[in-house]
């Protein structure tokens, strides 16, 4: 019987602790994003952002929110983007979707990404870049300034390539209360197990 309920606890602690570590890697991730175009020639460009998933990557979402500086007129959606920036623009990762942004040089645009992923089967990555107005050549670098690639198991990469961007992980979100009780049983049913040896 002693045997018997030593594996019980056991086992409730692993499942304990193996549902606690779920519910921490699907935490959403967020990133801040600076750009400044004001060394830039006066002038109009695109802003294009995209968000891809790659074969069997699974199903992830990007949303764009507090996004501020520059903008001209109303957001390009296209594909499976849906809202706008002047609210949110949620992103699909998987198929063709992008949201593409007028913006008037001489300002700094920051705004918010937050990456959610409900299965990560494959690469995933997220992509900024500035385009001309007829959208065949690109302002600032010959072509993404920065991007963001999500990998199963890898967190996010993140690459720039010109100056004028910095982009940097938001601080980790508040675990909710069920996390935290799910740590709080973990460690009672360690310290019960630990009692039990000594005595």
């Known amino acids: 019987m002693k045997n018997f309920t030593s594996l019980f606890a056991r086992l409730a602690l692993a499942l304990t ?3 606690g570590t779920g519910a921490a890697i699907a935490v959403p991730t967020s990133y801040h994003f600076t750009i400044d175009t ?3 020639a006066a002038g109009d460009g695109y802003l294009d952002l995209s968000f891809l998933g ?6 992830a979402t990007a949303v764009i929110s507090n ?3 520059g903008a001209a007129e109303a957001s390009i959606i296209d594909g499976t ?3 706008d920036l002047a609210t949110s623009v949620t992103l699909i990762g998987s198929g063709y979707n992008y949201v593409d942004q007028l913006i ?4 700094v645009i920051n705004f918010d990404v937050l990456f959610d992923f409900a299965a990560m ?3 995933t990555g997220f992509a900024a870049q500035f385009y001309n107005l007829d959208f065949n050549q690109y302002i600032g670098v010959d072509g993404p300034f920065a991007t963001i690639l999500f990998s199963p198991g890898i967190a996010g990469t993140i690459t720039t390539n010109a100056g004028f961007v910095a982009v940097t992980e938001n601080a980790a979100a508040v675990p909710e209360p069920g996390q935290w009780l799910l740590m709080l049983t973990g460690l009672l049913l360690l310290g019960a197990m630990a009692r039990r040896r000594t005595m």
């Open 17 to 19: 602790l193996a549902t």
């Open 38 to 40: 004001t060394t830039f």
């Open 54 to 59: 790659y074969e069997g990557a699974g199903a």
């Open 67 to 69: 996004f501020t500086g």
């Open 81 to 83: 983007a849906s809202g």
């Open 104 to 107: 008037h040089f001489g300002s």
């Open 121 to 123: 089967g494959g690469d």
